[in-house]
């Protein structure tokens, strides 16, 4: 099938979604299917700019800025982003290209548009895959009332939904947001496990044994440190570990609470934690390696369910999950039902600690804990059975 994928991130960024769709797009190539992938740009000269990365044809196109910017000039700039991109999509070679359907990924909620316009003219059908339940998230995490703000975000989410023919939701507690959805609609939800292919083994800048955590067991949390992901109680449980020399922190990425959490870690003189900037998606595999536990922090306040791709990670890699989330996740369902770590979900210090120690126990009695891991990964996680899932939805059949 002929596809186009809307984004708005993709590589050379290295966030858990650029490297989501990066291997999803090689998948779409290694089953036979022409992808184009069509991106927003701020920072290119022209109209449109298009390349081709692995088999995959990415169409970069002129659109407001949208990222590391504040608030409000972001919303002004993904409200515009749909349009100015139809637009200089009408000014490149591919003004008249036709396909057999349409994918698009959120976040952002502000897709739609672009997608309609493009499901209108190749008569095709359109698949949302969600990952980013926006703004319902915001609303429990208390960002957020259900004042005019929310109701501008929900209209245009809302709208996003009504254009798709199926919606992929990440987990089946994620159902639930879209039942008004489903009773207005002809469409389908079906529940798309978020992916991950293999990646490069390149070997990681980061060498724990050069650090002052050399022959330490260590703890790694390795993405984005925003509001989202509640990571005080890391330090904290990093804290409340100082007692054990042999336990070591490392926290590898960039995001809004970076510089905060670097502050609280100094003030409280925690040298069992180190800080990196982020790395290269494929050096990756080989930092877990010298680790041996991956943590997931998700703040209390969600109400949704997430399956963080970096908890894929962990998985690929072998290395069992310490995690910290909202009751009644799926996410803790999951890790307790096939064994691969600790799960709490009383955002209590004291309770984190516990299953800490606990799971560096497991580390060192279970062997078969890491294969687990794996076998989990393999069974649920792979990008083919993804792309097979997709293409069937689009499918006229």
Request: aromatic share 10%; with cysteine; net charge neutral.
């Given at each position: 099938?002929?596809?186009?994928l809307i984004?708005?991130?993709f590589?050379p960024?290295?966030n858990?979604?650029a490297?989501q769709l990066?291997d999803l797009s090689r998948e779409?190539?290694?089953?036979g299917?022409?992808?184009t992938v069509?991106?927003?740009?701020?920072d290119?000269d022209?109209s449109?700019?298009?390349e081709?990365?692995?088999?995959v044809?990415?169409v970069?196109?002129?659109?407001?800025?949208?990222?590391?910017?504040?608030?409000v000039?972001?919303?002004i700039?993904e409200f515009?982003?749909?349009?100015?991109?139809?637009?200089?999509?009408s000014k490149s070679?591919?003004?008249a290209?036709?396909?057999?359907?349409v994918?698009?990924y959120a976040?952002?909620i502000?897709?739609?548009p672009?997608?309609n316009?493009l499901?209108?003219?190749?008569s095709?059908?359109?698949?949302l895959i969600?990952?980013?339940?926006?703004?319902e998230?915001?609303?429990d995490m208390?960002?957020m009332g259900?004042g005019l703000?929310?109701?501008?975000f929900?209209?245009?989410?809302?709208?996003?939904?009504?254009?798709?023919?199926v919606i992929?939701?990440?987990?089946?507690?994620?159902?639930s947001?879209?039942?008004?959805w489903l009773k207005?609609s002809?469409?389908k939800?079906?529940v798309?496990?978020n992916?991950l292919?293999k990646p490069?083994?390149?070997k990681c800048v980061?060498?724990?044994?050069?650090t002052?955590?050399?022959g330490?067991?260590v703890?790694?949390?390795?993405?984005n440190?925003g509001?989202?992901?509640?990571?005080?109680i890391?330090?904290q449980?990093?804290?409340?570990?100082?007692?054990?020399p042999?336990?070591?922190?490392?926290l590898?990425g960039r995001?809004s609470?970076v510089q905060?959490l670097k502050?609280?870690?100094?003030?409280?003189s925690?040298?069992?934690?180190?800080f990196?900037?982020?790395?290269d998606?494929?050096?990756?595999?080989?930092?877990?390696?010298?680790?041996?536990?991956?943590i997931?922090?998700?703040?209390p306040r969600?109400k949704s369910?997430?399956?963080?791709?970096?908890?894929?990670?962990?998985m690929q890699?072998g290395l069992?999950?310490?995690?910290?989330v909202?009751?009644g996740?799926?996410?803790?369902?999951?890790?307790l039902?096939?064994k691969?770590?600790q799960v709490c979900e009383?955002?209590?210090?004291n309770?984190?600690?516990?299953?800490a120690n606990t799971?560096?126990?497991?580390?060192?009695?279970?062997?078969?804990?890491?294969?687990?891991c794996?076998?989990?990964f393999?069974?649920?996680?792979s990008v083919?059975?993804?792309?097979q899932q997709?293409?069937?939805?689009?499918?006229h059949?």
């Open positions: 099938m002929r596809i186009v984004a708005d991130t590589p960024l290295r858990s979604g490297v990066r779409f190539v290694r089953q299917h022409e992808l069509l991106l927003p740009a701020a290119i022209d449109w700019v298009i081709r990365i692995d088999g044809q990415v970069r196109l002129k659109a407001p800025k949208t990222k590391d910017i504040n608030y000039s972001r919303t700039g515009l982003m749909p349009y100015a991109m139809r637009r200089n999509l070679p591919l003004a290209q036709k396909w057999d359907g994918v698009w976040p952002s502000f897709h739609g672009l997608a316009s499901k209108k003219r190749s095709c059908k359109g698949y969600i990952r980013d339940i926006f703004p998230w915001a609303v208390g960002l259900r703000p929310y109701q501008f929900n209209s245009i989410a809302q709208y996003q939904y009504s254009v798709a023919d992929g939701v990440q987990t089946p507690g994620n159902r947001y879209f039942d008004s207005k002809d469409g939800l079906e798309l496990q992916w292919g490069a083994a390149d980061i060498r724990l044994n050069e002052s955590l050399a330490r067991k703890f790694v949390y390795a993405g440190m509001v989202a992901q509640g990571m005080d890391v330090l449980l990093a804290e409340k570990m100082l007692v054990r042999d336990v070591g922190f490392v590898v995001g609470e905060r502050t609280y870690a100094q003030e409280r925690l040298s069992n934690v180190l990196f900037d982020e790395i998606p494929d050096q990756i595999p080989d930092l877990y390696a010298q680790c041996s536990v991956g997931v922090a998700l703040d969600h369910h997430n399956i963080p791709g970096k908890f894929l990670t962990y890699s069992p999950v310490l995690a910290n909202n009751a996740n799926d996410l803790s369902t999951l890790i039902n096939e691969v770590g009383s955002n209590q210090v309770d984190l600690l516990e299953l799971l560096l126990e497991q580390v060192h009695s279970d062997p078969n804990l890491s294969s687990r794996i076998n989990l393999d069974r649920e996680f083919k059975s993804s792309v997709i293409i069937k939805a689009l499918s059949e």
